[in-house]
């Protein structure tokens, strides 16, 4: 068919090194990309895991004409089981890189980067040149022009706010205060020292800002002016 990849069942060895060696240039691209932002799946793990996945499907390619036993005998060879468990494997991989701490879910770019890394391996691996080629320029574009995109997009922050306030002195009135600059504010707790007298307050902040918006400025000079800080924590997402 006309603008279909034909490919060849029976790869030579120069077939088989110019696989693996694109493989090899993918993964460094898209792993580079990973690595220059301090993430956990960087640029070893990424070539690897494209290897895994590229030597997989050349082994399934070179095994794939087998006849292997009779169709009447108790066993019979399917090949495509070997890029397949890969695949599978790669997702539990995948898995063990989300991790979970209370609201905040952070992994999963690196997760799905892996998963499609892997996908490129195996057509890499398959010979489907064109199509592997695509893929990764079309990963590359999401991973680092998309992401300035997505640094623009407005989203909720948070951050956990605890002020000191002396003995007799007024309870604080901050949710009032910071809500004409945009922020919400919830009471956390309530501690107060048996020895000094005074009392910690904490609070959880909330805001709706793109990234490249910046730290909240703004809100630690309002509050500075009134109060004393004591910790001011902001709960980021690191998985960009």
Known sequence: MRGVQIV???PTWTDIAVRLALTIVAGAIIGGNREARGHAAGLRTTILVGLAACVAMIQANLLITTVGKAPDSFVNIDVMRLPLGILTGVGFIGGGAI???????TGVTTAATLWIMTAIGLAFGSGLIELASVATVIVIIVLWALKHIDARIPREQRA???IIRPPRETKPQLPAEIAPLGYQARLMKQTTRPDSGETT??????WRRSEISGPPLDLLDLVEKKYTVELFDMIME???
């Open 201 to 206: 307050i904490s609070y959880e902040i909330f």
């Open 8 to 10: 060849d069942l029976y």
């Open 99 to 105: 991790f979970k701490r209370g609201d905040l879910v």
């Open 238 to 240: 690191t998985d960009r």
């Open 160 to 162: 956990i706010l605890s």
